[in-house]
């Protein structure tokens, strides 16, 4: 009877080893399920987290640049009226003031020359506030110097290869207007290319003064334009209808279109009606 009883409470106590070893790995099932169910929504929330931060990143860079491009247009806009107004009443009021000078002698020829001088000082204030408005780098480098310079900055980190081209004779001097325009929409296309040119590898910037008109050419091999997003402006950023108002305010025109190929080609051409042409090399 003993043998018998020993074979059933062994049988039992098999039965409940097997009973608890399946419970646990049950509960060791059910808890990795619950870890993992965690994990993929710590996963989730980490990437709505990221995409937040990434567009709250982005939009702060749009207004940046919206605010970089308010403040440019408006410091520009501040020194063409002190250029086209105050700039030309202080020359008026000279010319008058010489006339007097011409006709008065004694105390009152002095008076007079103190405030011709005084007003002549104001004068160059303001042609320096106008100066001052421009690039630097185009006052120090000279027109074509400073678009190289900048588009070599541009591609320095070695993602895009560079070629520069000057065609024509570039004038001895132009519309500092002229030269600002041109600049500030190199800058702006240079920046597209390296921001938004995905893929592009290529860049090629041209410069060609046909004796009546000037055209900057800046294209690369990227993806390019689709139609709509190019009539929208929105792979070029807030940057093109500024591009394009600069174009327009020196009777300029921008043009932007696919390249031939593959990628983007950003033309902006303007008349050099008013450029004094470079004197030849002796």
Same mark, same amino acid.
């Given at each position: 009877?003993?043998?018998?009883?020993?074979?059933?409470?062994?049988?039992?106590?098999?039965?409940?080893?097997?009973?608890?070893?399946?419970?646990?790995?049950?509960?060791?099932?059910?808890?990795?399920?619950?870890?993992?169910?965690?994990?993929?929504?710590?996963?989730?929330?980490?990437?709505?987290?990221?995409?937040?931060?990434?567009?709250?990143?982005?939009?702060?860079?749009?207004?940046?640049?919206?605010?970089?491009?308010?403040?440019?247009?408006?410091?520009?806009?501040?020194?063409?009226?002190?250029?086209?107004?105050?700039?030309?009443?202080?020359?008026?009021?000279?010319?008058?003031?010489?006339?007097?000078?011409?006709?008065?002698?004694?105390?009152?020829?002095?008076?007079?020359?103190?405030?011709?001088?005084?007003?002549?000082?104001?004068?160059?204030?303001?042609?320096?506030?106008?100066?001052?408005?421009?690039?630097?780098?185009?006052?120090?480098?000279?027109?074509?110097?400073?678009?190289?310079?900048?588009?070599?900055?541009?591609?320095?980190? !070695?993602? +895009? @290869?560079?070629?520069? &081209?000057?065609?024509?004779?570039?004038?001895?001097?132009?519309?500092?207007? %002229?030269?600002? *325009?041109?600049?500030?929409?190199?800058?702006?296309?240079?920046?597209?290319?390296?921001?938004?040119?995905?893929?592009?590898?290529?860049?090629?910037?041209?410069?060609?003064?046909?004796?009546?008109?000037?055209?900057?050419?800046?294209?690369?091999?990227?993806?390019?334009?689709?139609?709509?997003?190019?009539?929208?402006?929105?792979?070029?950023?807030?940057?093109?209808?500024?591009?394009?108002?600069?174009?327009?305010?020196?009777? !300029?025109? +921008? @043009?932007?279109?696919? &390249?031939?190929?593959?990628?983007?080609?950003?033309?902006?051409?303007?008349? %050099?009606?008013? *450029?004094?042409?470079?004197?030849?090399?002796?």
């Amino acid at each position: 009877m003993f043998p018998l009883l020993d074979a059933r409470f062994s049988a039992v106590a098999e039965r409940m080893r097997r009973l608890t070893a399946e419970q646990q790995r049950r509960l060791a099932m059910q808890q990795f399920d619950e870890l993992r169910s965690d994990r993929i929504r710590l996963v989730e929330q980490y990437c709505f987290v990221a995409e937040a931060l990434r567009v709250v990143e982005a939009r702060t860079h749009q207004l940046q640049d919206e605010l970089n491009h308010i403040r440019a247009d408006e410091r520009e806009r501040i020194a063409r009226d002190l250029h086209d107004h105050a700039g030309q009443e202080m020359a008026q009021v000279l010319v008058e003031l010489r006339v007097l000078q011409e006709g008065t002698k004694g105390p009152t020829r002095r008076r007079l020359d103190e405030i011709v001088a005084h007003v002549a000082g104001v004068g160059r204030k303001i042609h320096h506030a106008v100066v001052g408005g421009r690039p630097r780098i185009v006052e120090e480098l000279g027109f074509s110097r400073a678009i190289e310079t900048t588009a070599t900055s541009f591609a320095a980190d !070695g993602r +895009l @290869d560079l070629s520069f &081209r000057k065609k024509g004779v570039e004038p001895e001097r132009m519309p500092p207007a %002229l030269e600002d *325009a041109l600049y500030r929409v190199a800058q702006e296309a240079l920046t597209n290319a390296l921001k938004h040119a995905l893929g592009a590898r290529k860049l090629d910037v041209t410069l060609d003064f046909a004796g009546t008109s000037i055209s900057l050419v800046i294209a690369d091999d990227g993806i390019g334009l689709s139609s709509e997003a190019e009539q929208a402006g929105g792979c070029l950023g807030i940057g093109l209808p500024g591009m394009r108002q600069r174009m327009d305010d020196i009777g !300029g025109t +921008l @043009d932007v279109q696919p &390249r031939c190929g593959k990628g983007t080609m950003v033309t902006a051409t303007a008349p %050099l009606s008013n *450029a004094s042409p470079r004197s030849a090399p002796s």
